[in-house]
């Protein structure tokens, strides 16, 4: 299973997600970039992110997004 | 339908629909400061029903319709029930993978919509590609950030090239707007602009909206030298976007030449059925 990080990187390689604490601010994340993150997250923790959930503040750093996947039932690895 | 004159009262009927959503679908992805723009110029307007909300957002003879729905089903119910779905001249857009949005697609057309474009969206890093030397520009040719007097034949050009139902024209004042962030670039030539570049740059991602050259300026690298200024003014962005016509090969090559790559991204442009063309 891969981190958050590691999925965010797959998605945008040219980023640092780590350095920054709000994605859609820092120009790293829009709005359409969350339909392509949501499915590899669904995919990668085996869930299923409701679509009232994908909003702008779940996405707003790895923090949130991984408090998002624990309220979805999945578990994170160390 | 109503007028909406806050964006409160958008997310207030978004979080209405959300709600009461066990499958919450939508292709609406407002980002706070375009509503706001849009709602005080009068463009937007809300039909409401149990389960789901349609915006409309005029544009020229037509309208962007938004939807958000707690489910599919309740989508197709509350679509087929608009009094103006078969009259107005609606444009919608679906955005995501096509096994993700072809539910979506396959309920507007049982409303009356026809696929009309699909765009893709190309990304490239600021590492990425390669980006020629600055092409000189012919004699009488200077490249320079676009002007408050040039608006309207910026507007002109782009409304030429380009397609209002698929590709988000702006409106004038969004034109004017972009002149005053100094995100219009230009080539003129004895006061005429013969071709120019509109981005918009937000943290570390700059989205390209339109690269144009007027059609007795072409062929003279006018485009290359926008572009290649384009690029280098940007120099703190990161990623690099555009969205692209799928069927445009001509233009999809250009672009790969600059460093773009296809995302995976796509947005598949519907029509109503009252756009006959």
Redesign the interface.
Known sequence: MKSVAEILKEI????DFTASADFM????L???????LV?ALDKNYGISI???D?LPENFQNIATIETLIRRCGAALPP | MRQISSVDQVFAAVQQV?GS?S????NF???RSKLETWIGHETMNVATAPGAAFFFRKDRDFEHLYFCAADLPTLEKELLALPQINSARLTLDL???EA?IQPQIDILQKAGFKAHTRLL?LSR???SGTVAPATALPKNFHLTVADECDSAEIMKMIETCFNPLTDQLPAMYELQDAIGDRQILTVKTERKVAAALFFE??????ALRYWVVAEPYRSQHLGSALMQRYFKTQDS???FILWASAANTDALAKYEHYGYKQD??MDQVMTSAAITS
């Not at chain 2, 499958?23 to 939508?26: D, E, G, H, L, Q």
């Not at chain 2, 740059?201 to 700059?206: A, D, E, K, Y």
């Open positions: 945008r390689p040219e980023f601010a820092d120009g790293m829009d709005s359409f970039d969350m339909v392509t499915a409701p679509g009232t994908i | 959300k959503a499958a919450f679908a939508t992805y407002p980002v955005i995501g993978s993700a969206r890093a600021a590492q740059t937000q943290g570390l991602t700059s962005v990161v990623r995976g991204l």
